[in-house]
């Protein structure tokens, strides 16, 4: 089946520094790929749409300066968290959907993120 | 707004069937019903869907009513590796932004 790929599963930062996530599709393309955020005991919660060769789009109350995503292939999407700070300390889950099999959403495994 | 409702948490015997409630009574025409589960620090993981036939796989049974207003997500031996936090989902095939509500706490017991 397919899969996607997130990396790394956690990671532990300095507040003021900056941290980068990977997702990748691994047997698809995937020229979208969506970004969620979840605080512990809460739900997930989608924070971006990850568009191939476009600029991402944001949901309502998601600092796009903060929160940069690059999307430069159809396999491979990137968020990168600038200048970290405790409370972004949270789990980032990344999906993917393949344009050949609509009916299913493949996510990530996720990570962690700890900024200190 | 949320789009299903779900018990906020359920226990069940490890080996008997585990039937996981949702309700959906404003369900579109065009929207299926989803369920996907989370365990614990994962990301979540796609179990079953279905449009208005009943469905089945590997992992589990889907069932939805006449009207499409609920369905019942059926896990037909729980292991205790069953524990996590399922997922009732509508939407419709070309909207891949998922709106996750609470889901439902499954603890299986040995």
């Known amino acids: 089946g397919a899969v996607v790929s997130q990396h790394p599963s956690w990671v532990i930062c300095k507040s003021g520094t900056s941290v980068k996530i990977e997702c990748r599709s691994l047997d698809f393309q995937a020229t979208t790929m969506f970004w969620y955020r979840q605080f512990p005991k809460q739900s997930l919660m989608l924070m971006a749409t990850s568009n191939e060769g476009s600029k991402a789009t944001y949901e309502q109350g998601v600092e796009k300066d903060k929160f940069l995503i690059n999307h430069a292939s159809l396999t491979l999407s990137t968020l990168t968290v600038t200048s970290a700070h405790p409370e972004d300390s949270s789990f980032y889950i990344c999906?993917?959907?393949?344009?050949?099999?609509?009916?299913?959403?493949?996510f990530g495994s996720g990570t962690q993120l700890s900024v200190l | 707004d949320a789009k299903t409702t779900q018990p906020t948490s359920m226990d069940c015997a490890e080996g008997r069937a585990a039937n996981l409630p949702c309700n959906h009574s404003t369900i579109s025409g065009n929207e299926y019903v989803y369920w996907y589960r989370q365990i614990h620090s994962q990301g979540p993981q796609y179990i079953i869907h279905g449009l208005k036939n009943n469905e089945t796989n590997e992992m589990a049974s889907l069932i939805i009513t006449e009207d499409r207003k609920s369905s019942t997500l059926i896990l037909p031996h729980a292991t205790l590796r069953d524990t996590a936090v399922y997922y009732c989902i509508v939407r419709v095939l070309n909207d891949y932004k998922l709106s996750f509500g609470a889901g439902t706490t499954v603890t299986v017991r040995a």
């Open positions: 999906s993917a959907s393949n344009q050949g099999r609509r009916e299913k959403l493949f």
